[in-house]
Each structure stands twice: as C-alpha cells, then as structure tokens.
C-alpha cells in the first residue's frame, strides 16, 4: 500500500480524498459519483462508487467525520445508520479501539492513516493498527460547541419554538451568560443550521434540526458529557431504581434506566439519576454507598428549564438518546433508535 497521507487539519474534502486514497492503496476502485457541499446537510457529504476486479462497484454514502473517539463511536453509529445501508464513513485516524469499535456495529469506514472496513459484494478489506505520518489533533470547535454553547443548542432542540426568544430571555431560560446566546447564533448561521428572514416579523428559522442533534450529541458525549459525572455508586438492591420517588429527592431518571421505562426494550446495567447535587437523603434511604466501579451514577443537571413531557420523573428525550449512545453498546443504540422514532423525530421533523 502506498504511504499513508498527513492528517493534521484535515478538512473534509481533504477528508474524503484521503478515505479514497485508503481504499485504492487496498486495490479497489473508487471514484466521486456526487459532492454535496455545504454544512449541515442531511444526505451525508458525498456519493462515492467503489468496486473490485472489473465489476460496477456499489455506490456509497459517504459521511467525512475529522475525529472520532471511542466515546463518540455510538453517535457516528446513529448517524450512519440514518444514511441507509450503504453508508461509509471517512475519517482522519482511527485508532486500533476506535476501529474495532466500528467494525463491531457494522460500519464500513476508512481513514487516512491506510485503516479501513469495508466488506463488499466480492471483497472484503480489514486493516487496523497503521499509524498515521503526523499527530492527529481534534479540529478547533466554535462557541457554539463549547459548554455554554451546547447548553444553549440543547434548549433550542428541546424547544424548537424558542429560536425567535430575545436573546437576553434565551439566555435565562437556557442559564447562559446573555453574551453566549449571540455567539452561538453566529455560529449556527456560519454552519448552515439557522436561516434569518429578510423581514424581522418573519421570524428566525432552525433549519438541518436532524444534523443539527446528531452534531450536538457528537460533541456532548466527546466532551461535555464527562463534566457531569458526580459520582458513582452501588446498592445492595440493583432494582431500587423502580420504586424511586424522584420528586422527592429533585432528581431525574436518565439513560439506561430512563430508555427501559420508555421503550420497555432493555435491562439496564447502569442507573443513571441526574440532580443539582448528590442529595444526602436519598443516599441513605436506598443505602447507596461510594464506589469507583459503581453501576449507579449520580450526574450534575445543566439545564435549568422544566421539560413539558408525560414523563417528568425522566430527563428529556434528547439527553435519554444521547446518554444510550454514549454506551457504545448496540442494545442501548438499538434502544436509543427506539427513543428518537418514538419521541425526538417528531422535534426535528422540517415541514
């Protein structure tokens, strides 16, 4: 195979070209049958053609991620699945976890390092562990994607009708600093997820809102997600989770737990409860006791809007999705499909 391409701030037509150059350096051919340039667009980034020995070769659907991380592994998981069967995802670097990860939800990929996945109707590539000429560095994220950032994009996803607030009120409902709201306004017009009217009365527009969630959950369970961790802990009874009051202790039911009582679908192996602290009461009264390889974990609040749903005991249906497909796991991303064609897709549904 030929040298692998530098990756250092890959762009994604450089991207695409390199994942190209991948599997032609693995003797296939694969050529650009359809670019779709622009951010923010739902048919993935390109059409790509790709055979072996003189056949026509498959059309591809091509989705050009700069970085993946094994956290982030069950989000491109979503993602790719919404493109339909033919999906293939281009990446910078994937590393040996990363791409074995890949290759065991079934996701054809190819990096620029010489890495790939890819089975075909007459062959079958799989090469994992060649490292890459040159540091891979994460790309540099906007406002919009930094913590206050992804706070506010939440808000706007779980309420949608909220675009057109004043800033300043924005910003209250969402517990943002009044300057954050405008930054990431900014951002979401350079990206292609917000149209401004030409006439005020009109009204601003989300637009790409499916986009626009996959990228949120991407940089929440890459980056932010982290930062919510309280603590973890264990009971002597796994199941005391069902007969939780959580009103009573302020609290709320997210991920697993929160996917099994949606979807009647899982058995969850994690309880996760999300609070504005770890409440002392409720430590006690259901004997949850401090453990690093806990199966409970405790996970601070960042939203301080009330989310009008018929299940006010759970956190809303976006974070439920996005905490299942932090797992990594492909029950919890089976039960986390469920969770969005039962409660998210109507959200972000464009007439």
């Known amino acids: ?18 994942g190209l150059q991948t599997l032609r ?36 659907t091509v989705e050009c991620k700069r970085w993946i991380t094994p956290k982030t592994v069950g989000a491109i998981a979503a993602r790719m699945q919404e493109l339909g069967p033919n999906a293939l995802l281009m990446t910078g670097y994937a590393t040996q976890t990363v791409a074995e990860q890949l290759k065991a939800q079934g996701i054809a990929f190819a990096d620029a390092a010489g890495n790939a ?7 079958l590539i799989w090469a994992n562990g060649r490292k890459p000429l040159t540091e891979n560095k994460a790309p ?3 406002r919009a994607w930094q913590p206050a950032g992804i706070r ?47 006439r005020r009365k009109l009204g601003r527009q989300l637009v790409q809102r499916r986009r626009l969630l996959d990228r949120w959950v991407e940089f929440y369970t890459g980056t932010f997600r982290q930062t919510t961790l309280l603590g973890r802990y264990k009971a002597d009874n796994f199941e005391w989770w069902k007969t ?25 192996g994690i309880v996760t409860v999300y609070g504005r602290d770890i409440p002392p ?11 690093d390889d806990g199966n409970i974990e405790i996970r601070q609040r960042f939203w301080t809007f009330d989310y009008d749903w018929n299940h006010p005991d759970l956190t809303p249906p976006l974070l439920v999705y996005a905490d299942l497909l932090a797992t990594g796991d492909a029950r919890c991303i089976e039960t986390a499909q ?3 064609d039962g409660h998210l897709a109507g959200l972000v549904a464009e007439g």
């Open 140 to 142: 540099r994220a906007g």
């Open 117 to 123: 996945y890819l089975r075909g109707p007459n062959f």
């Open 152 to 198: 506010v994009i939440f808000a706007l996803l779980c309420n949608p009708d909220w675009i057109n607030l004043g800033y300043r009120d924005l910003a209250a409902r969402a517990g943002v600093a009044n300057g954050t709201v405008g930054q990431v306004m900014r951002d979401l017009d350079e990206q292609g997820f917000l149209v401004k009217p030409r």
């Open 25 to 60: 350096g693995h003797g296939l051919v694969a050529q650009v049958e359809q670019r779709f340039p622009g951010a923010g667009t739902n048919r993935g980034d390109a059409l790509v053609r790709i055979g072996y020995g003189g056949q026509p070769g498959v059309v591809y």
């Open 244 to 268: 939780l009051n959580a009103r009573k202790y302020a609290v709320m039911l997210g991920g697993e737990t929160a996917g099994a009582i949606l979807t009647e679908f899982l058995k969850p």
């Open 1 to 18: 195979m030929e040298n692998a391409a530098p990756i250092t701030n890959l762009n994604e037509a450089d991207t695409l070209e390199a």
């Open 338 to 340: 469920k969770v969005y």
């Open 281 to 291: 009461q409720l430590m006690i009264e259901h004997r949850l006791r401090k453990a």
